[in-house]
Structure formats: structure tokens, C-alpha cells
């Protein structure tokens, strides 16, 4: 079956950076699309940033110019390196992808302390 496993979080201070890791299996992970998604306390979940198979990425204005998804297909593990933190951006960070139907990953904690 297909599991997402994110690692990586912990608590920053702004300014700091933090790089999460999501490993994918159960799929065929090279033909994958794959996302980052973050949900903070009383907020609707909302996109960071996605990855196609053949490496073109999209991100939140928000996160443009701070964040970096990156993935390493013989890993089977997409990255979200995050430079310049803000408070705002503490959040649960998720990773997804849709093989039929949606996947999401437990998520991992990012708390960025001012």
C-alpha cells in the first residue's frame, strides 16, 4: 500500500531554516507527482509547494524565494528545504501525492519561534 512518511520538524527560531523529508512506497515513485501541504492551528490546510515527475515545481507566494521542493527519485524521497523562517510558518507539514486517490503522510511538526 502506499505510505508517506515525513521526518524533520522541530522547533526554529525565525530566520532559521529546516529541511523535511518525506519517503514514498507503495508507489512507483519517478512517475509521481508529489506536494507539500501545511495546516496550522484553526487554519484550512494549503499548498507549500509540488514537484512533477520530470522535476518542474510550483509554490505558494508565500514560500517563493524561501522554500525549495526538491525529490530524489533513487531515494524515493522528496525534499522541502526551508530558508528564512517565519512565525507564520509554523504549521503540521504534509506530504502528498495522488495515486488514484489521495495520500497524505502523518505530517511533522514545524514550530518557528520569534
Known amino acids: 500500500q502506499v505510505q508517506l512518511v515525513e521526518s524533520g520538524g522541530k522547533l526554529v527560531q525565525a530566520g532559521g531554516s529546516l529541511r523535511l523529508s518525506c519517503l514514498a512506497s507503495g508507489i512507483i515513485f519517478r512517475f509521481n507527482a508529489m506536494g507539500w501541504y501545511r495546516q496550522a492551528p484553526g487554519k484550512q490546510r494549503e499548498l507549500v509547494a509540488t514537484i512533477d515527475s520530470g522535476g518542474s515545481t510550483n509554490y505558494a507566494d508565500s514560500v517563493k524565494g524561501r522554500f525549495t521542493i526538491s525529490r530524489d527519485n533513487a531515494k524515493n524521497t522528496v525534499y522541502l528545504q526551508m530558508n528564512g523562517l517565519k512565525p507564520e510558518d509554523t504549521a503540521v507539514y504534509y506530504c502528498?501525492?495522488?495515486?488514484?486517490?489521495?495520500?497524505w503522510g502523518q505530517g511533522t511538526q514545524v514550530t518557528v519561534s520569534s
Open positions: 502528498y501525492t495522488f495515486v488514484r486517490k489521495d495520500y
